[in-house]
């Protein structure tokens, strides 16, 4: 089985503030998260408000995503000690949970290559050696009605001078697809900087303009993505 990621969207409580709620997951909550055993990675991305999404990007406030290697670790989360003493008893105070799902990514572009010409070093950045990086997350469920793939999905990152660029569909071993808003893929990309993201989407107003029709009816948010390890 190839490796597992297992994303899960989240809205804050209502009673907190945003700030309050962004706080609190990252420390003590995502201090916590240090501790569970078997998890390869570990990132929390917090939505930021940007005027190229419309009113619906506030539908969550942030995307858990965390890396297993199999579906026994899968199902070894659920007895961990960490989780269940601290984490799992955590949750209530601050959030709520949305959606869950178990994915497998197809990385279309890990990064940039030095023969591009870019000569802001571009081609040095890789997402996984980042604490701190922008992304776009697309929540693709059943309902809509147009297709949420472009013919040249890989043509429509580098237009818009992604740095990277995943979509992510669901592990058939453990995600429920037989759901009417079951989730049938995630896409991301990521920017290393907000001005990089504003002037990718400038440099290619077609580009931006397909991709967010293709999420019609389903979601799209722009967020800081965090990552513990």
């Given at each position: ?78 007895t ?36 591009e ?23 693709i ?8 793939k ?10 818009l ?69």
């Amino acid at each position: 089985m190839s490796p597992i990621k297992m994303f899960v969207t989240i809205r804050s409580k209502p009673h907190l503030s945003k700030q309050q709620f962004h706080d609190h997951w990252r420390h003590p909550h995502g201090t916590w998260g240090r501790g569970i055993r078997n998890l390869t990675s570990y990132v929390q991305s917090h939505r930021m408000d940007t005027p190229h999404l419309g009113a619906a990007q506030a539908e969550l406030d942030g995307v858990v995503e965390v890396g297993l290697e199999n579906a026994e670790d899968v199902a070894g989360l659920s007895t961990d000690k960490a989780y269940r003493d601290y984490l799992q008893a955590d949750e209530p105070n601050f959030v709520e949970n949305i959606g869950l799902s178990f994915m497998n990514e197809d990385v279309l572009r890990s990064g940039e290559r030095p023969t591009e010409g870019h000569s802001d070093g571009r081609w040095l950045w890789r997402e996984s050696e980042q604490p701190v990086s922008l992304k776009l997350i697309q929540v693709i469920t059943n309902v809509g009605e147009e297709p949420w793939k472009s013919d040249d999905e890989r043509a429509i990152g580098q237009a818009l001078a992604a740095t990277r660029h995943v979509i992510a569909t669901p592990d058939p071993a453990l995600h429920p697809m037989n759901e009417p808003s079951a989730i049938v893929a995630i896409r991301q990309l990521w920017w290393p900087t907000y001005t990089a993201f504003e002037t990718g989407i400038s440099q290619s107003q077609t580009a931006w303009q397909e991709l967010t029709a293709q999420a019609a009816g389903r979601y799209s948010g722009l967020f800081q993505a965090e990552r513990f390890f």
